[in-house]
């Protein structure tokens, strides 16, 4: 008969949002009516998670014996959501039935159990990991699929199984599994298929995609159907600045929670493009759900987040992007707790005049009313329209630059430049959490955008002339210190400030004409 001890306990995590948090799975038998009670706040998914213990242990041939059996998962005083408790729970059983008798002081478990034993993936393996990492574990076993993920963190050992009885066996002998090779990705390919060299014309709507690809700027462009609006977005990662280990440390992060990983290729090595329909609620925007899960712009941290037909998103919709374009993070508020994540985007937003579209088109007539015009002018709000740094006009391009298809600019020309650009940024803000001109706070923005007397005479000509805001003038610095950048120099020139206010010209044009 097997010896059953009183207690034992296995270590874990739990999740909620991004906030992974340690979790300590406690278990004791006592007499009494035999059974097994789980405790520590679990929620529905965890209470079920009893039937799945039990069917897999009688399948395995190590039914618990007779007694009450209590697992309690602290600290009891967070919630506990979620099917990866399983694994931690069934081990701190099968330990104090005297199974596995190994030390596991330093040792975590985390997974799903199917009813026929085979460890399921389970979402958010990264963030656990690291919270896992940083609380002392050196070891980790959990479902083969999420090995590799897991294998990013340095400092952790981790071990992938297929099915619970590999686990048990290893334990037990010390055979049957190994660790995971710590996952490196490959050499990303930066060829697109998509590439600026096959857009013909448009240089000004390029130079302010440039701009705004090396500042990370916010960017709508406005212009008549079949100008090439969307053409132009969806070749904007082709020139997008590569992202950094601790950026994609983090995008992962997000991507993970989402259930959005491939488990062979875990980390995300690409800035993400996210391109949302405009039929999308404000939680598909944002996030959200009982337990908040994130929205598109979170999934386009550290990347682009696209908006085409920006007015025919319900106006409640865009007034939700105005807090996290601003602050570069959004919370979700429930009754369960709150969840902060992060959302740095580039925000590039297209958009026809009016209904028809043709509305300043000179090659075609505008059959809107001007009270039909301004309505559909007026569906996105002075404060959104705030928040956007360039704001560019893109026409249809002439027939002699399709006709005469000049060879045109390629990609990665373009990207040489703005990747120089963001080097030169990641420099000057080392240190401060800033990654890009479009962060610069308040606080340093006098003494990183230095100006030349001629472009401090220009901006602030312009201030008075065009009855600029606060913080219209702070986006024309950031928006100016970026076309420095471009151009390797020190201080802003009049032809950056120049350059910078043409880019804030449609909202005079159009919304306050």
């Known amino acids: 008969m097997a010896v059953i001890l009183l207690f034992s306990k296995i270590n874990s995590a739990g999740l909620f949002g991004l906030n992974a948090f340690r979790v300590t799975a406690e278990a004791s038998v006592s007499g009494g009516q035999p059974g097994l009670d789980i405790v520590g706040m679990p929620d529905v998914a965890v209470q079920e998670s009893k039937a799945r213990i039990r069917a897999v242990l009688g399948q395995l041939g190590l039914a618990l014996p007779a007694g009450k059996f209590t697992v309690n998962l602290a600290p009891a005083s967070v919630r506990k959501t979620g099917a990866m408790f399983d694994l931690p729970i069934t081990t701190a059983l099968l330990c104090?039935?005297?199974?596995?008798?190994?030390?596991?002081?330093?040792?975590?478990?985390?997974?799903?159990?199917?009813?026929?034993?085979?460890?399921?993936?389970?979402?958010?393996?990264?963030?656990?990991?690291?919270?896992?990492?940083?609380?002392?574990?050196?070891?980790?076993?959990?479902?083969?699929?999420?090995?590799?993920?897991?294998?990013?963190?340095?400092?952790?050992?981790?071990?992938?199984?297929?099915?619970?009885?590999?686990?048990?066996?290893?334990?037990?002998?010390?055979?049957?599994?190994?660790?995971?090779?710590?996952?490196?990705?490959?050499?990303?390919?930066?060829?697109?298929?998509?590439?600026?060299?096959?857009?013909?014309?448009?240089?000004?709507?390029?130079?302010?995609?440039?701009?705004?690809?090396?500042?990370?700027?916010?960017?709508?462009?406005?212009?008549?159907?079949?100008?090439?609006?969307?053409?132009?977005?969806?070749?904007i990662p082709s020139i997008l600045p590569r992202i950094t280990f601790e950026e994609s440390i983090e995008t992962t992060q997000i991507h993970s929670v989402a259930g959005m990983i491939d488990p062979r290729e875990p980390l995300v090595t690409r800035r993400p493009f996210r391109s949302v329909s405009h039929t999308a609620s404000s939680v598909g925007l944002v996030g959200g759900g009982s337990v908040p899960k994130p929205g598109e712009i979170s999934l386009a941290h550290n990347g682009v987040l696209f908006l085409d037909e920006l007015p025919e998103f319900d106006r409640k919709v865009l007034e939700t992007l105005r807090q996290p374009l601003e602050n570069g993070d959004i919370t979700i508020s429930r009754a369960s707790g709150s969840v902060n994540y992060p959302c740095d985007v580039m925000l590039v937003a297209a958009m026809n005049p009016c209904p028809?579209?043709?509305?300043?088109?000179?090659?075609?007539?505008?059959?809107?009313?001007?009270?039909?015009?301004?309505?559909?002018?007026?569906?996105?709000?002075?404060?959104?329209?705030?928040?956007?740094?360039?704001?560019?006009?893109?026409?249809?391009?002439?027939?002699?630059?399709?006709?005469?298809?000049?060879?045109q600019e390629s990609s990665a020309a373009i990207a040489e430049r703005v990747q120089k650009a963001r080097d030169i940024q990641a420099e000057r803000f080392k240190g401060t959490g800033i990654k890009s001109n479009s962060r610069i706070t308040s606080d340093i923005i006098a003494d990183v955008c230095r100006m030349s007397a001629a472009a401090e005479d220009m901006l602030k000509r312009a201030f008075d002339k065009l009855g600029l805001s606060a913080r219209a003038y702070d986006r024309i610095l950031k928006v100016a210190r970026t076309c420095a950048d471009l151009d390797g120099s020190a201080d802003i020139e009049k032809s950056h400030i120049s350059q910078a206010i043409g880019f804030r010209s449609l909202d005079r044009k159009y919304w306050n004409a």
């Open 96 to 235: 104090l039935n005297n199974v596995i008798q190994t030390e596991l002081d330093d040792t975590a478990f985390i997974g799903e159990l199917s009813l026929d034993g085979a460890l399921a993936p389970v979402n958010g393996i990264l963030s656990m990991a690291l919270e896992l990492a940083k609380s002392g574990i050196k070891r980790l076993f959990l479902p083969a699929e999420n090995a590799r993920e897991a294998s990013v963190v340095e400092s952790l050992e981790v071990y992938g199984a297929g099915h619970i009885s590999q686990l048990i066996d290893f334990l037990r002998t010390g055979k049957g599994l190994s660790p995971e090779p710590r996952y490196i990705p490959a050499s990303e390919n930066l060829i697109c298929a998509e590439d600026f060299a096959h857009v013909m014309g448009q240089f000004a709507a390029k130079k302010a995609i440039e701009v705004a690809a090396a500042g990370s700027h916010n960017i709508l462009m406005l212009g008549p159907p079949g100008s090439g609006k969307s053409m132009l977005a969806k070749r």
């Open 356 to 407: 028809c579209g043709n509305f300043g088109n000179p090659k075609k007539k505008c059959t809107c009313s001007p009270n039909q015009v301004r309505a559909y002018l007026h569906k996105i709000s002075q404060p959104v329209l705030d928040r956007i740094d360039i704001q560019i006009e893109v026409s249809p391009v002439e027939f002699d630059d399709l006709s005469k298809r000049t060879p």
